[in-house]
């Protein structure tokens, strides 16, 4: 974004800028290297994800189980809100839907 003389950068724009930055962009090389990373610890694993990677089906269902796993376990984008779709109760305690849990 590009700002004239007459248009300045206020703090919340910039804030705004750098958080969609950060998120838009890191997103996907966080996953790749959280993939990568877990991967190599577990080399039946990688060889695996190489084999299916060298395959001529255009399917990868294990290399989609893998960086579904990893998104689980470590997402890369932590503060996104999550709301409820329908009621919920826990113990004593009850959340409507639209709500977070």
């Known amino acids: ?16 800028q750098i958080a969609f930055y950060l998120l838009a ?11 990568i990373e877990r991967a190599t610890r577990t080399p039946r694993v990688w ?17 989609d189980a893998v960086i579904r796993e990893a998104l689980r376990l470590r997402p890369p ?6 709301l409820l779709r329908s009621h919920a109760t826990s113990a004593d305690t009850t959340c409507r839907p639209g709500h977070p849990p």
């Open 1 to 16: 974004m590009l700002a004239s003389d007459s248009e300045l950068l206020t703090d919340a724009v910039l804030c705004d």
């Open 25 to 35: 962009a890191q997103a996907p090389a966080l996953v790749a290297a959280w993939v």
């Open 47 to 63: 060889q695996r994800l190489v084999d299916e990677a060298s395959g001529r089906d255009d399917s990868a269902p294990y290399t």
């Open 77 to 82: 984008v932590t503060a996104i809100p999550w």
